[in-house]
């Protein structure tokens, strides 16, 4: 199994529909991020969470909400979703410190029509 | 706001022949960290560099932090058509930013047979 699990890995949906990325892994680790990317924009941090009680926004959190519902699952959700919100998502995460690199996810291709 | 600049943003270059790409910040960092991203997968940690003027050898990969911990550099000896990919820098402190990477938009390299 991978260390980092994202579903789905691909979703179409209609705009104004809700839709949740789920996020699961098996790292042990207590720091888990979502991050979007977009062609010419890179990364960019949507949701970081340091531990089950704390969440904490990224530079773009408008229109988005997560959940961490255990130490291994954060999950992200659009409320109502939006065509430019159509991109990239990762889930990754670390151990502490930012000395440790990142695991990421293989990414969930979300397409708002 | 802490910015990672890279260049050159995309590469082709012929299988054999060697390249070096760039990452430069007006900022000091902790840590510097190299990520490879192929299509439709996550980024992939390959290396973290702490010491400023440090330098860190993977097989024909060789990564060099800036002595002011500024910048850092990739070098490729011999491209193989298997080192076509995303080459993303990220940075990272143990400050104000509690941990979380600044990555840069990455260089796309594409070596061709």
């Known amino acids: 199994d991978a260390d980092v699990t994202q579903t789905p890995r691909n979703r179409i949906t209609k705009t104004g529909k809700r839709i949740m990325l789920e996020c699961s892994q098996t790292?042990?680790?207590?720091?888990m991020y979502w991050y979007r990317q977009d062609p010419g924009l890179g990364l960019r941090l949507i949701y970081y969470?340091?531990?089950?009680?704390?969440?904490n926004k990224g530079e773009i959190s408008d229109g988005y909400s997560v959940s961490r519902q255990a130490q291994a699952k954060f999950s992200l959700s659009l409320e109502s979703a939006i065509p430019n919100q159509t991109a990239l998502y990762f889930c990754?995460?670390?151990?502490?410190?930012?000395?440790?690199?990142?695991?990421f996810g293989s990414g969930t291709r979300l397409t708002v029509v | 706001t802490q910015l990672l600049e890279q260049s050159p943003q995309f590469l082709s270059i012929q299988e054999g022949e060697n390249l070096t790409v760039y990452c430069n910040s007006s900022?000091?960092?902790?840590?510097l960290q190299w990520y490879r991203q192929e299509p439709g997968e996550g980024p992939v940690l390959l290396v973290t560099?702490?010491?400023?003027?440090e330098v860190k050898k993977l097989k024909r990969l060789t990564f060099q932090f800036g002595d002011a911990r500024k910048d850092s550099s990739l070098h490729i000896t011999a491209a193989q058509t298997g080192d076509t990919g995303l080459y993303l820098c990220a940075g990272a402190n143990y400050g104000g930013s509690q941990g979380n990477l600044i990555f840069g938009k990455g260089t796309k390299l594409s070596v061709k047979p």
């Open positions: 990754a995460t670390s151990d502490w410190g930012p000395n440790y690199g990142y695991t």
């Open positions: 969470s340091f531990d089950v009680k704390d969440i």
């Open positions: 790292k042990g680790h207590d720091r």
């Open positions: 900022s000091v960092f902790s840590s």
């Open positions: 560099v702490v010491t400023g003027g």
